[in-house]
């Protein structure tokens, strides 16, 4: 049985509150590395990329490939928390939380090239030649903070969406040589109501879903065309 953490004091509980609200439509900022990238060095903003951070080699050419392989999703370079995102974790909980939302992550990710009407890669169980290499890594999971949403409801409605980190990496399956690298950080999408601000691991879930509808329009993307990043606000409330 899950224990929830000990009641906070009330000046602490008024200041999330307050410290919510203010986050409340902001990007989450770049993390640190976590170590599971072969060049973050040459990562940088890109206006045509929705995510923190995007290096693509300038010969790739993703459109050639006929397969793609999404490997297990990486959990162990997990960055360390500071004490407020530890407030609703129990020890092991953030490896925990991982390693669910990885499967969940990997199973997203091959469901949005299985489903794609125009069927333009093949989703393989083993890379060869003609396959696209996906390599994906969960570096972050702070879950949403029920207990904090419960009192916010009350006062001005939900604060706190939870945080997710990713980083990932396109590989050739030929060469085995890297040829992009990704990285991005995300609060869980702000809404008026919502059964995922009760959920320990909702918005986290919902911002995995964005990230595999994103990194598929990256794998198709045309030279020049901008990816559209997920939105900060959403009106659903589940």
């Known amino acids: 049985m899950r224990h929830l953490p000990k009641p906070l004091s009330p000046s602490i509980c008024l200041s999330a509150l307050l410290c919510g609200a203010l986050m409340v439509g902001c990007r989450a900022k770049a993390l640190p590395d976590s170590g599971f990238l072969d060049q973050a060095q040459l990562l940088q903003a890109n206006k045509e990329i929705p995510f923190n951070a995007a290096w693509i080699k300038d010969d790739a050419n993703l459109l050639s ?3 793609v392989y999404v490997a297990p999703v990486d959990t162990t370079h997990l960055l360390k928390l500071d004490w407020w995102q530890r407030a609703s974790l129990q020890p092991g909980d953030q490896q925990k939380w991982a390693d669910e939302l990885a499967d969940y992550f990997r199973d997203k990710m091959k469901a949005q090239f299985t489903d794609d009407d125009t ?6 169980d083993t890379p060869d030649d003609e396959t696209l290499i996906i390599e994906l890594a969960v570096v972050e999971v702070v879950p949403t903070k029920i207990w904090l949403n419960a009192i916010g409801y009350v006062v001005a409605g939900a604060v706190d969406q939870g945080e ?3 980083e990932g990496r396109l590989r050739d399956g030929k060469t085995k040589a890297v040829i992009a ?9 702000y809404d008026v109501v919502s ?5 320990w691991a ?3 879930r919902h911002t995995l879903q964005g990230w595999s509808d994103e990194l598929e329009e990256i794998c198709y993307r045309q030279p020049d ?10 009106l659903k409330p589940w």
């Open 65 to 67: 490939y006929k397969k």
């Open 119 to 124: 069927n333009k890669y093949q989703v393989v």
């Open 164 to 166: 997710t980190g990713f």
């Open 181 to 189: 690298e990704f990285k991005d950080h995300e609060y869980g999408q």
């Open 195 to 199: 059964v995922r601000d009760l959920e």
């Open 202 to 204: 909702a918005h986290s």
């Open 225 to 234: 065309q901008v990816v559209s990043g997920m939105s900060r606000v959403t």
